[in-house]
Structures are given as C-alpha cells and as structure tokens.
C-alpha cells in the first residue's frame, strides 16, 4: 500500500535563528520517507519567509495541504520539525481535528519530536506549540522594548532615512532641507500645499524610498510637519514624549526650530483661519483673486465670481463677472461687476498701500506666552515626577494634570497662531514679485492689507469701469 504524503517546508525571516534552507528541509524528508516502505512524497508545500506564529499571517501553501489532507489527495505530512509547520495553536487544533477524526493520517519529522496520529502525540504536540508559540511572543515583546527604548534614547530607528538627512541619519541632506524650509516658507506666507505638491513633482522629488512615480500630497505634507525636522524624536509621526514627560531630542542635526514646525503643522491642520468664511462651499481653492473679498455695498454679502460661458480669447469684455448673490442664495443681487477692470483695480490700490504702509512694529514679534509655557511645562514635569516618587496618588495626578495640559494645549495653538502671523508680516510682498505669485499668494497680499472692496450698483446701461464705486476697507 502506497501513503501518498505532503512535504512542507518553510523559510522564516527569523534573522537570529539558524536558517535552513527550503532545499536542505525537501532533501530531508525525501531521504526519510524513501528509508520508510511504501512512503511517497506526492506534493510538495513551501511557504517562503512567512511567520508560523503570527496570527495574521495567512501561509497559502499551508491552507493547500490542510484542504489536500481534509480531501484525501494526501495520507499525511512529512515535515522537518513541529516548529517549522505550526507555532499557532489555532492551527494545530484544525490539525488535531483532522487526525482525530481520521486515525489512518500519518504525521512525520525528521528530527522525529511528534507524531499526531497518537493522542499523546497530540498532546505533546499541542505543549510544545504552545512553547513556541509564547517564545515568539516574547520576541516579538523583547523587539517592541527594544524600539521604545531607541525612542527614549533619541536614537534613530530602522527603516529609510527621513526626507532631509543623508545616509547616516544625522547629518543634514541641503538639497533636501532646502526644499523643506522653503516649502516651510511658502506655507506660512500663503501658498497652498497643492501649489507645493506641485512644485516638488515638477522638480522630481522623490522620497528616501523612492518609487519612481511622483511624490504624493500625503508624503510631502509628513515629510513637511516630521517631528524630527525640529529635533524631535517621533514615533509613528507624533512626537515621542521620554519618562519625564519632556519631549525626546533626537541624536540628529535640525531643520528647522520647534515654533516654526508648529505653525506649519497650524497651517496643515486648518487652525489658521485666513481664509474661513472666505468662500461658499469651503473649499480653499481660488480661481479670481477677489472672491470673498469684495463685498456688496447694498447688502454687505461677499461677491461670488461667475464666468462668462460664451468668452474665448479675443472676446469682448471680462471673462467673468463678481455678482452679489440672489436672494435665494442669502444677498440681493442688486449688483455686478466686470471682474477683469476690479481685479486690476485693486491690485493697484494694493502696490500703492504697499508703498506707505509700515512693517508692524518689533514688538509684536515676540510671543508674550513664552514664560508661562515654560513654567506649565515644569509644573507638568513636576506632577509626573511627583506620580513615579509615588507622592501623589493616580486620581490626584490626573486631577491636577488635567487643567493643565488643557491650558498647554492652548498656549501651543497661541504660540502657533503667533508664528503664523509673524511669518506673514515677514513676507516679502514687491510689486514686482506679485505678478509672478501663485493666485493664493496673492490673495495673501491682498488680505493682509485689506478687509474688504465694497461695490456699489453701478446705475442702468453704465458700461464703463469707475472706480469711484469701490470702496475699500483697509486692514487696520
Ligand atoms: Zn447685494
């Protein structure tokens, strides 16, 4: 009688253990079952570098023999060893089931430590599973610990260099860094991160990964807001605070300081509220420079653009009309305007206020919270060292901390608020500049100087531009 057996083998990426290779565990149990009469290895089974104790790892070849074994296109398995075919007790127990249920199965190793088709080799089989099982777990624990304690230590971790080092991990890539304060720069003063996105792929950026295709929205703004730019460690992106409840610096040189990576994440986050309310759905995207800024003098409701379907180039007129919405949409529709003559009006008015007004005085520069954070910082130190001396219990910890790091978190979102101003201040706005600026740029500029165009009706069959009928209301 022929017993017709399945022969598995398996590769790990267990770097520390002894590998053996899938050819050497084939050769194997081709050498024992030719020693055994009647013994065929009818099919072979070889999962490759997949784990035989994680949960969540599916091994194809393995579901294959199980379902061969349960159809009867096998007699049994021929294997090394009972680690290398299982360390998952769910999956010894289907096992189990199998050979419970059909006691003619054979079950065989090289290094012979089991047999299934006995009940004390199940048992024995299942021990020892759950040895291997737990073994690997406590790697798998012994690995996370090992991680946690690089992060406390600000080491760098495995895996790519971040976008703006080199190699190393600790020096600084300038091609990259520039890219990245630039960007920085462009974010704080205005532009889009679509504009920015746009930019790096045009330019090729690739990251450390490189795949080849153009780098995505999501990549750029990680690399633009990466704790690590500012010197923090991060783990998973946030930034990974030590046993002292201090945030952990890193071995690496910086890109950037810690208040400028905090206004760029404001900026990303939406906290800034330069253009909220600006348009009706929402959205950030501008096509005119003026919607959202010039307002009805009847009615005071923001002008909404309205293309004209039937201009081309060479057409007569503007290409596109401001209107104070209908009435059903929440103005009066008494007015509109050729957005072409406005448009230009305005940026006019803009270069010339330019011209006279002055830059906002030092003073303002500096965030007068500075102090306060500082001494919340300490007294949150103070309490988690207090909590590990066990001087104050849990509940008193949580009850005091609480407050405080309401009043942290407010103070940040102040200091980021700060910044963001600073930086739109310290923003160069030339006339010559503006011409050659993104459309959100300008805006910008536009907004820093001014609150609002109003535009009064211009009277039946006017057809000529006046700009007697804008009003402008000036920033401050
Ligand atoms: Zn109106």
Redesign the pocket.
């Known amino acids: 009688m022929v017993v017709r057996l399945g022969g598995y083998a398996r590769i790990s990426l267990d770097k520390d253990g002894e590998e053996l290779g899938v050819e050497r565990q084939r050769m194997d149990y081709m050498q024992a079952a030719a020693a055994r009469p009647g013994w065929l290895v009818a099919e072979h089974y070889v999962d490759n570098d997949l784990s035989a104790w994680k949960r969540n790892v599916k091994r194809p070849e393995f579901e294959r023999l199980v379902s061969d074994l349960e159809s009867g296109a096998i007699d049994g398995v021929i294997t090394y060893d009972l680690d290398r075919f299982t360390r998952q007790p769910r999956e010894l127990e289907r096992l189990v089931d199998l050979y419970e249920a059909n006691p003619k199965l054979v079950f065989a190793t090289i290094v012979g430590d089991i047999d299934l088709s006995s009940s004390d080799g199940r048992t024995m089989a299942r021990v020892m599973v759950a040895f291997a099982n737990k073994a690997s777990a406590d790697t798998g624990r012994r690995v996370a610990r090992k991680h946690r304690e690089l992060a406390d230590n600000g080491k760098n971790g495995g895996g790519f260099p971040a976008f703006g080092w080199k190699e190393d991990r600790i020096t600084v890539d300038p091609t990259q860094a520039a890219l990245i304060t630039k960007a920085h720069e462009d974010l704080l003063a205005g532009s889009r991160l679509a504009t920015i996105v746009r930019e790096w792929q045009a330019k090729g950026v690739q990251t450390s990964r490189g795949t080849g295709s153009p780098i995505s929205r999501t990549a750029v703004k990680t690399i633009l807001r990466n704790p690590r730019l500012a010197g923090f460690r991060a783990v998973k992106g946030q930034i990974h605070y030590g046993t002292d409840g201090q945030p952990v610096r890193g071995e690496w040189e910086p890109i950037c300081a810690p208040d400028r990576l905090e206004a760029v994440s404001a900026v990303l986050d939406g906290i800034s509220d330069r253009y909220k309310g600006r348009t009706k759905n929402g959205t950030n995207a501008y096509r005119y420079l003026l919607t959202g800024i010039l ?7 923001r ?1 909404l653009p309205n293309a004209r379907s039937s201009w081309s180039e060479g057409s007569k007129g503007s290409a596109f009309t401001y209107r ?2 209908v009435v059903s949409d929440g ?5 509109a305007r050729a957005g072409e003559p406005v448009d230009a009006h305005v940026v006019n008015l803009i270069h010339e206020a330019e011209g006279r007004l002055s830059a906002p005085p030092e003073a303002d520069k500096i965030w007068t919270g500075e102090s306060r954070l500082a001494e919340a910082e300490q007294e949150r130190s103070e309490l988690l060292a207090a909590k590990a001396a066990k001087k104050i219990s849990m509940g008193t910890l949580i009850a005091l901390l609480e407050p405080l790091e309401a009043e942290l978190e407010e103070l940040k979102r102040d200091r980021a608020a700060h910044a963001v101003k600073v930086a739109q201040a310290a923003n160069p706005s030339l006339i010559e500049e503006f011409e050659r600026l993104p459309l959100e740029r300008q805006r910008a500029v536009i907004m820093k100087h001014v609150k609002a165009v109003m535009v009064s009706p211009a009277g039946r069959g006017a057809r000529k531009f006046n700009p007697d009928l804008l009003e402008v209301v000036w920033a401050a």
């Open positions: 307002r009805c003098a009847l009615c005071g409701t002008m104070c919405p103005g009066c529709g008494k007015v």
